[in-house]
Nanobody, 112 residues
Framework: QVQLVESGGGLVQAGGSLRLSCAASRSINAMRWYRQAPGKQREFVARITSGGSTNYADSVKGRFTISRDNAKNTVYLQMNSLKPEDTAVYYC?????????WGQGTQVTVAS
């Protein structure tokens, strides 16, 4: 089993920044961030492997940066130039050979 705990969400004005953190109970190769806005399906945001390879959704590319500290089993999401449409609950995801694991989520609200 894998336990994930997200933190760092909050209220920010448009154009501002936030950094989200996800602490895992053990090391995982592929870590991802997803988000779910009110009335919408959960969508992919960013991915990073243990080797540092990354990819991003087109909607956040150039504004968000995913990174990780393997010694701490922690993944981060630096969010800059935030827009009101970024408002959502952000979830950390860990993929293993047998299951997907999800954290409880952290709320990000971007005001105009």
């Amino acid at each position: 089993q894998v336990q994930l705990v997200e933190s760092g969400g909050g209220l920010v004005q448009a154009g501002g920044s936030l950094r989200l953190s996800c602490a895992a109970s053990r090391s995982i190769n592929a870590m991802r961030w997803y988000r779910q806005a009110p009335g919408k399906q959960r969508e992919f945001v960013a991915r990073i492997t243990s080797g540092g390879s990354t990819n991003y959704a087109d909607s956040v590319k150039g504004r968000f940066t995913i990174s990780r500290d393997n010694a701490k089993n922690t993944v981060y999401l630096q969010m800059n130039s935030l827009k009101p449409e970024d408002t959502a609950v952000y979830y950390c995801n860990a993929l293993t050979a047998f299951a997907d694991y999800w954290g409880q989520g952290t709320q990000v609200t971007v005001a105009s």
